[in-house]
Nanobody, 111 residues
Framework: QVQLVESGGGLVQAGGSLRLSCVASGIAFSTKDFNWYRRAPGKQREMVASISSSGGTGYVDSVKGRFTISRDNAKNTVYLQMDSLKREDTAVYYC?????WGQGTQVTVSS
């Protein structure tokens, strides 16, 4: 059974940074692609960043140059480093792989 557990969310001022973590279990971690999604209040869920099993990455335009996705196969963990945060980054952030979602972690950016 695949399980994803996110952590690292919180309240931060605009311009600040947070690092989200997603620990995966029940899968062959190194062989899987992972995505970070977010859902802002009143908006549809959108994919923010992706990382392939080989380490290739992709980002939605709105976070390019500010967010960095990475993975540590030894720790079964995917990270999302978020810098220069903006109020519009406020959302619940979810980790996704293998048709499985994590429970989400709230990120709130204040002005």
């Amino acid at each position: 059974q695949v399980q994803l557990v996110e952590s690292g969310g919180g309240l931060v001022q605009a311009g600040g940074s947070l690092r989200l973590s997603c620990v995966a279990s029940g899968i062959a971690f190194s062989t899987k692609d992972f995505n970070w999604y977010r859902r802002a209040p009143g908006k549809q869920r959108e994919m923010v960043a992706s990382i392939s099993s080989s380490g290739g990455t992709g980002y939605v335009d709105s976070v390019k140059g500010r967010f960095t996705i990475s993975r540590d196969n030894a720790k079964n963990t995917v990270y999302l480093q978020m810098d220069s945060l903006k109020r519009e980054d406020t959302a619940v952030y979810y980790c996704y792989t293998s048709s499985t979602w994590g429970q989400g972690t709230q990120v709130t950016v204040s002005s």
